[in-house]
């Protein structure tokens, strides 16, 4: 693998749909107020689409903008990797849907089902990618639609304050390394053993039928969380795996300009931030707005630090999330 080249950022780009749905709206559906939903996850709105709106829809608004600022057209595209855990269908999967819609034709178009960390995932991947030569101009896309799987009645409302819908996109190309610029570091890890923790558990190939009526007035397929277990592993994890990112990139805490956590709940950010001893001018959060967009937040967050000017050219950006799976990862750019 050429050490010459490191892949950059060369664009950013966000979507949210329109509609946006307040903690009262919420609290018409059930039993569940601004206070409580406020207190333990610090959200207040998120983005709900309407009308027969997939993940590919979100992700093509947000690609064609992450193209546009990085100055190419989608047709300069030669690699599309699409992160979600709500994909349009159950297959073929949104990445060839999004290469459809954005006419970049017979580019491949891979398709990471990593949850929360989906976005790293793909990030990792396309850097591999790029600093081997085979690919030049590569799409990671997060993009997720949680608002028609959600069970808005009592029994899941743990879940369903918590999500909403959104897209982020970037485009990363090749830079040589003396110019500094780039991934300097990407860590991956998984625990299947905490798979059932947080989890979609029907239509499952692994039941025939896959889905039954039983299936649907049990439940099944709306998301089902053990909250408190995933929270305590994430504060957990997530300093932990940018602490081995820093590391492998041969800095510091110190040297970090700018950390956005995965936007899963305001209070698992402020606890990883408190781990890790980062001043608050040194975090981006913007879940108050989104709620948690799983495999979109980070790239929403990135787009979204830039555009207010909180992050620029030059700067240490350190991403990290967990979430579902167990999936946790961290991602070191000098922007
Ligand atoms: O994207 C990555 C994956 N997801 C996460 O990282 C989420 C991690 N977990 C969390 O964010 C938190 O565990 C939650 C926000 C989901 C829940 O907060 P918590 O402080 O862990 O609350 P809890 O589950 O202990 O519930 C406390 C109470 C319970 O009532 P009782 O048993 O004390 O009577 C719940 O039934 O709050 C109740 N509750 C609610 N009340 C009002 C649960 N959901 C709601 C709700 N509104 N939406």
């Known amino acids: 693998m050429g050490t010459d080249i490191k892949a950059a950022v060369l664009g950013a780009g966000m979507y ?40 590919a829809d979100l992700a093509y608004e947000a690609s064609v903008e992450a193209c546009r600022n990085a100055g190419i057209e989608p047709g300069d595209l030669d690699c599309i990797v699409f992160s979600t855990l709500s994909p349009d269908y159950n297959f073929p999967g949104s990445g060839v849907l999004l290469q459809a819609r954005l006419g970049a034709p017979g580019v491949p178009a891979i398709d990471i089902r990593n949850q929360c960390s989906g976005f790293i995932y793909g990030l990792s991947t396309a850097d591999a990618f790029i600093r081997a030569g085979q690919y030049r101009r590569v799409l990671v896309v997060g993009s997720e639609v949680h608002s028609t799987g959600l069970d808005f009645s009592d029994r899941g409302r743990d879940v369903a304050v918590l999500f909403g819908d959104g897209a982020g996109a970037v485009v990363l190309g090749p830079i040589a390394a003396d110019e500094g610029r780039g991934v300097l570091a990407t860590r991956l890890h998984s625990d299947g053993g905490g798979a059932k923790d947080l989890w979609v558990e029907a239509p499952a190939s692994r039941y025939n039928p896959r889905l039954t009526h039983e299936m649907l007035d049990a439940g099944k397929h709306y998301p089902a969380m053990n909250g408190k277990k995933v929270f305590v ?53 913007n879940i108050q707005k989104y709620g948690n ?43």
């Open 16 to 55: 949210v749909p329109p509609k946006v749905v307040t903690n009262d709206d919420l609290a018409k559906l059930m039993t569940t107020s601004d206070e409580w939903i406020v207190a333990r996850t610090g959200i207040k709105t998120r983005h709900y689409v309407e009308g027969e709106t997939g993940a």
């Open 233 to 285: 592993n994430a504060v957990r994890a997530m300093p932990t795996v940018v602490g081995e990112c820093l590391a492998g990139a041969g800095l510091k805490i110190g040297d970090i300009d700018l950390f956005i956590p995965h936007q899963a709940n305001l209070r698992i950010c402020t606890a990883v931030q408190e781990h890790l001893g980062l001043s608050d001018t040194k975090v981006f959060n």
């Open 293 to 335: 967009t799983t495999a979109a937040s980070i790239p929403i967050a990135v787009c979204e630090a830039q555009r207010e000017g909180r992050l620029k050219r030059g700067d240490l950006l350190c991403i990290a999330s967990f979430g579902s799976g167990y999936t946790w990862a961290a991602a070191l750019i000098r922007w």
